[in-house]
Nanobody, 125 residues
Framework: QVHVVESGGGSVQSGGSLTLSCAAS????????MGWFHQVPGKQREKVAF???????TYGDSVKGRFILSQDNDKTTVTLRMNTLKPEDTAMYFC???????????????????WGQGTQVTVSS
């Protein structure tokens, strides 16, 4: 089991900035692939940004150039810096954690998902 703790979020005016943080912990694995997804009512959860097993980061098209995801050296915490926020960024944001495992000489993200409970981000125009 992996324990996921999210922090940050809130309300901001268009053009402002917010920071989200996510910390993972557990007894089975020690390092993690981590990132953020967002969801609005009636729609599927979509990727915002994610750091894979090798430290590579991918971003959703709508946030490229505005959001920055970083991970600590212990690979247990990620921070999402959201800049130049737009009203369409308004959503519930969820942290996704996948255990990082060593397989055949490479680090990989284990195919098991652990989600946080979500934090609301509201951007007013």
């Amino acid at each position: 089991q992996v324990h996921v703790v999210e922090s940050g979020g809130g309300s901001v005016q268009s053009g402002g900035s917010l920071t989200l943080s996510c910390a993972a912990s557990g007894n089975t694995w020690s390092t993690y692939c981590m990132g953020w997804f967002h969801q609005v009512p009636g729609k599927q959860r979509e990727k915002v940004a994610f750091i894979d097993a090798d430290g590579g980061t991918t971003y959703g098209d709508s946030v490229k150039g505005r959001f920055i995801l970083s991970q600590d050296n212990d690979k247990t915490t990620v921070t999402l810096r959201m800049n130049t926020l737009k009203p369409e960024d308004t959503a519930m944001y969820f942290c996704l954690v996948k255990p990082r495992i060593w397989v055949a000489g490479n680090w990989q993200c284990f195919d098991r998902d652990f989600w946080g409970q979500g934090t609301q981000v509201t951007v007013s125009s």
